[in-house]
C-alpha cells in the first residue's frame, strides 16, 4: 500500500510538472494580433488586421472529425512537408468553421510570411490566402471544445448582439488555443463578423 502512495504521488508530480510545462510553452506561442474596441460582460468586439493563412476544406461535420484530420494536414506543411522542406512557427489560434455543407480548418502564419514568399505545400489540398481587415464579435470559454459547446457559445453570443443590437454576419467560427494534451488553462472562442464603425479602429 506504502509503494503503491508513492507511486501515485510519483505520477502525480510528473504530471503536474509535465502539464506547467504545456501550459508555460502555450502561453509563448505567438498569436494573431488585434485590438480590442469594445468589452462588455458577454463578448468583445476587436479589430483584426489582414492575416496569411494555410487553410483546408472537409466534408468533415463534426468537431472531432474536422480536428483530427485538418490538423495532421496543416501540421504536416508547417513541421516542413512544403517544397522548401521549410518547418513554420505553430501560432494561435486554429480556425474552425464547422457546418453540414463544407468545414474547413486554418492556421495563422507568423508574422512576415504572405503568400509569396511562402513555400509551396506538398498537399494540394492546402490554400495560402490572405484574409482582409475585419471587426468580429468574441466569445470565450475554457475546458475543452465540443460541438455541443460550440453550438451553446454560439448561440449565447448571437442572442448578446442582437441585445445590442450590433449588426453580425457570416459564419460563426471557432477558435481553438490549445494543444488537446494541455489539460488545464484551456482558451476556446467563438467569433463572428460584425458591422463596426470605421472611426473605431
Do not use: C
Not at 505520477?11 to 508555460?24: E, P, V
Not at 495563422?108 to 495560402?128: C, E, F, Q, R, T
Not at 467560427?173 to 463596426?196: A, D
Amino acid at each position: 500500500m506504502k509503494i503503491f502512495i508513492i507511486v501515485s504521488v510519483i505520477i502525480l508530480g510528473i504530471i503536474i510538472l509535465f502539464q506547467t510545462y504545456i501550459t508555460m510553452a502555450t502561453n509563448q506561442t505567438d498569436s494573431q494580433p488585434y485590438k480590442v474596441v469594445k468589452s462588455n460582460k458577454d463578448f468583445e468586439i476587436r479589430f483584426y488586421p489582414s492575416a496569411t493563412m494555410a487553410s483546408i476544406t472537409s466534408s468533415s461535420k463534426t468537431y472531432k472529425e474536422l480536428g483530427n484530420s485538418g490538423f495532421r494536414t496543416l501540421a504536416g506543411y508547417i513541421f516542413g512537408g512544403n517544397e522548401a522542406k521549410t518547418k513554420i512557427a505553430m501560432t494561435a489560434p486554429v480556425y474552425m468553421d464547422i457546418n453540414d455543407s463544407a468545414s474547413s480548418m486554418s492556421f495563422v502564419m507568423p508574422a512576415g510570411y504572405n503568400p509569396s514568399n511562402l513555400p509551396k505545400p506538398n498537399d494540394s489540398k492546402i490554400a495560402i490566402h490572405t484574409t482582409e481587415d475585419k471587426y468580429v464579435a468574441a466569445i470565450s470559454f475554457g475546458g475543452y471544445a465540443s460541438d455541443e459547446k460550440i453550438k451553446e457559445y454560439s448561440d449565447k453570443l448571437e442572442k448578446a448582439l442582437k441585445a445590442s443590437s450590433i449588426p453580425f454576419f457570416g459564419r460563426f467560427l471557432f477558435l481553438g488555443y490549445n494543444p488537446p494534451y494541455q489539460l488545464f488553462g484551456r482558451r476556446n472562442e467563438i467569433i463572428v463578423s460584425v458591422t463596426w464603425p470605421n472611426q473605431a479602429n
